[in-house]
């Protein structure tokens, strides 16, 4: 079964949107989450990443969110750009074992 | 710059084939990992190796095995391929760190017809 749920499915935002990707876990093992972002034809890349003990995590533009009694995290995408759009997936490691979600198929609008 | 290369970015193979994918990695990591990629399910982890000759199964390790001679070499194999190992296969590798980051190749599509 999906350990990682993830939502929405897809996304699309207006140029300078805020995007919003949600994930939920239940195994309280997992100890480190980070987020990959993919694009068309390539491999997915480490974008950001959290450790439960942080409540909030930024980086420029991308922060995620991480709410531990409630085993959910997200990613906020803040002044979206066309440059942004790209499949995001969340993931919860545990023992070094990477858990992946779904994906969120993001298209940012000009 | 880590560098994960896989040997084909696109594959067409027979049910009932033998199937190789190879993945070799530029940066001395200890770690490698295969995982499917399919729509709707994510990635999921086939199997992983923490050294040479070292192996663990993954998540659907059914009807793969996988092959590391070398530190910087791992291969998968579908011993008889079908038609729902139809996917994308993307190799990743990591140092012997748990949490540091994982960092993937291009991704292989296998079709199997």
């Known amino acids: 079964q999906q350990q990682v749920k993830q939502s929405p499915q897809s996304l699309i935002v207006q140029k300078g949107g805020i995007s919003i990707i949600n994930c939920a876990y239940e195994?309280?093992?997992?100890?480190?989450f980070p987020w990959y972002q993919q694009f068309p034809g390539k491999g997915p890349a480490l974008l950001i990443a959290?450790?439960?003990?942080?409540s909030e995590k930024k980086e420029g533009r991308f922060t995620i969110s991480f709410n531990k009694s409630a085993k959910q995290f997200s990613l906020h995408i803040m002044d979206s750009q066309p440059g942004d759009s790209a499949t995001y997936f969340c993931?919860?490691?545990?023992?070094?074992?990477?858990?992946f979600g779904t994906g969120t198929r993001l298209t940012v609008i000009p | 710059d880590v560098k994960v290369t896989q040997s084909s970015r696109y594959l067409v193979k027979r049910t009932g084939e033998k199937v190789f994918l190879e993945c070799v990695q530029d940066?001395?990591?200890?770690?490698m990992f295969w995982y499917r990629q399919d729509p709707g399910l994510g990635l999921r982890l086939i199997y992983f190796?923490?050294?040479?000759?070292?192996?663990e199964k993954g998540d659907i390790p059914e009807g793969y095995s996988v092959s590391r001679e070398k530190k910087e070499r791992f291969s998968l194999i579908l011993e008889s391929a079908s038609t729902n190992q139809t996917s994308m296969y993307l190799c990743?590798?990591?140092?012997?760190?748990?949490?540091?980051?994982?960092?993937f190749g291009p991704g292989t599509r296998l079709t199997v017809l």
């Open positions: 990743a590798s990591r140092t012997g760190a748990i949490t540091d980051t994982q960092y």
């Open positions: 195994n309280t093992a997992f100890d480190y």
């Open positions: 959290i450790r439960p003990d942080v």
């Open positions: 993931a919860a490691s545990k023992g070094g074992n990477l858990f």
């Open positions: 940066m001395d990591h200890e770690n």
């Open positions: 190796s923490y050294d040479v000759k070292m192996k």
